[in-house]
């Protein structure tokens, strides 16, 4: 995929983009985050990568700084990416107006109301799959499950989803590297979701009750409180993200947890022997297998940590390796089912902190327990070593072979 030559050492030529941070990125972390808590690399125009709970904190909100104008290091010129993702590319005080009118359709209230039609969905992937022995936990459920929540809330029809997939996949997976493949997809987002809001636009008060409605009707507030609707390119970036946000995350980590369970038989009998336990396991797979590192840019010449970082650039925080932090967490490598004390940061911290977090985790939840109830017991079909693991911003296996035990 990459002609970028081996990384010499990580914590001065990083390549977060790599098979071999995909592959082994929470070990890495770990090296990192005792030795060098904020390494360097001279690829990708030059960048930094933070390692450490409490400067990942001190960075994400220190919003003047470090700003979400650009939140992903690839092979793109920070300057060049203009890629209008509303909310997450805009900082205070223009950030706030444009993400509170999105909140109430991720509030408690509205995922409950929304948890039955997943429980249903769940149901039926799982009939899709029956009685085979053999199952990709992750091309077979885990990725499907997501998809089809947000084409439910986006108010389009299911059959978007080979579509949706492709478009995370062509912007935040190999459109990191080929950015060709990145503007492909993101033509096409564009293209769609302009379509779906001129379609709500000329249906008028007849519009169904979706998100693309939501987002077509919302207005931002300032600060003297006159209301503004949103721009077409705020509306756009909204769905986009909303798109990019809520699949490959809630896949990711579903997945991750299909492949611990498969390979953790202790768990798995605890898990389905005590399924109270399971919002608090939700937060230790969340935890454990976070899987956004997500990107700022550094707006002038600062220092995290004491180390002088170069405006112009851009700096990784990798929230994963902060949940695995020692000075925070009791035995941070060992995955602890019942762990308790568990204020991790998977959905990252600051204004930017994840609004669809009620939602994913009862995505999660409901994916989780509704396998379980169908089948108790599995486990990998192949060796650990042998599944795949995603490059790009957001880590996951792409492939969770699995071989269903009688
Ligand atoms: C396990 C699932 C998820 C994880 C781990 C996750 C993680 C995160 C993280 C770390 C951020 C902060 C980014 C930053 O610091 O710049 C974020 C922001 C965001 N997430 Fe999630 N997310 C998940 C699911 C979802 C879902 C289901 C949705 C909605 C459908 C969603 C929508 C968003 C949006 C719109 C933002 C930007 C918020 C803002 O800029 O104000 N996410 N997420």
Redesign the pocket.
Same mark, same amino acid.
């Given at each position: 995929m990459s002609e970028r030559p081996p990384v010499a050492d990580w914590a001065t030529d990083f390549d977060h983009l790599s098979e071999e941070w995909a592959a082994g990125g929470p070990e890495i972390m770990a090296d990192l985050r005792e030795r060098c808590p904020v390494a360097s690399t001279e690829r990708f125009y030059g960048a930094y990568l933070v390692t450490r709970h409490d400067d990942i904190t001190k960075t =994400?909100r220190d919003t003047e700084t470090f700003s979400?104008r650009v !939140?992903a290091v690839n092979t793109n010129h920070p300057d060049k990416i203009k890629l209008d $993702?509303?909310?997450? !590319? %805009?900082d205070p005080p223009e950030?706030g107006p444009? #993400?509170r009118p999105?909140l109430p359709s *991720?509030s408690p209230k509205a995922t409950a109301e929304l948890e039955p039609t997943v429980v249903a969905m769940a149901e039926r992937l799982l009939d899709g799959i029956g009685d085979r022995t053999l199952v990709d936990g992750a091309l077979d459920y885990a990725q499907l499950l997501?998809v089809e929540?947000?084409s439910h809330?986006f108010g389009v029809s299911a059959d978007m989803g080979p579509s949706f997939r492709r478009w995370v996949d062509g912007v935040i997976k190999e459109g990191q590297i080929d950015l060709d493949i990145a503007r492909r997809a993101a033509r096409e987002v564009q293209e769609f979701f302009a379509n779906q809001l001129d379609e709500r636009e000329e249906l008028g008060d007849g519009a169904p009750d979706d998100l693309v409605t939501t987002v077509l009707r919302a207005e931002a507030e300032s600060p003297d409180g006159s209301t503004r609707p949103f721009t077409r390119k705020e509306r756009i970036g =909204?769905l986009f993200? $909303?798109? $990019? &946000? &809520?699949?490959d995350? !809630?896949w990711? !980590?579903?997945g991750s947890m299909l492949l611990h369970l498969g390979t953790h038989p202790d768990d798995l009998e605890r898990l389905v022997g005590e399924p109270e336990l399971m919002p608090t396991a939700i937060e230790e797979f969340?935890r454990f297998y976070?899987?956004?590192t997500?990107?700022?840019y550094i707006t002038e010449d600062a220092d995290i940590a004491g180390c002088p970082v170069s405006g112009g650039k851009r700096v990784l %925080?990798a929230?994963p390796s902060a949940n695995r932090d020692p000075e925070y967490f009791d035995r941070p490598d060992e995955f602890i089912l019942d762990r308790e004390n568990n204020r991790h940061? =998977? *959905? &990252?911290? &600051?204004?930017? #902190?994840?609004?669809?977090?009620n939602?994913? #985790?009862m995505? $999660?939840e409901v994916g989780l327990s509704a396998w379980l109830r169908r089948y108790p017991r599995f486990e990998l079909a192949v060796d650990p070593s042998e599944v795949p693991w995603s490059v790009g911003p957001?880590r996951g296996p792409r492939s969770v072979p699995i071989r269903i035990l009688g």
């Open positions: =994400a979400n !939140t $993702l509303s909310p997450i !590319t %805009l950030h444009v #993400r999105l *991720f997501p929540v947000m809330l =909204a993200v $909303l798109m $990019l &946000g &809520g699949i995350t !809630t990711s !980590t579903l969340l976070s899987p956004v997500i990107a700022r %925080l929230y940061m =998977a *959905f &990252g911290v &600051g204004v930017h #902190r994840c609004l669809g977090s939602l994913a #985790r995505e $999660l957001v």
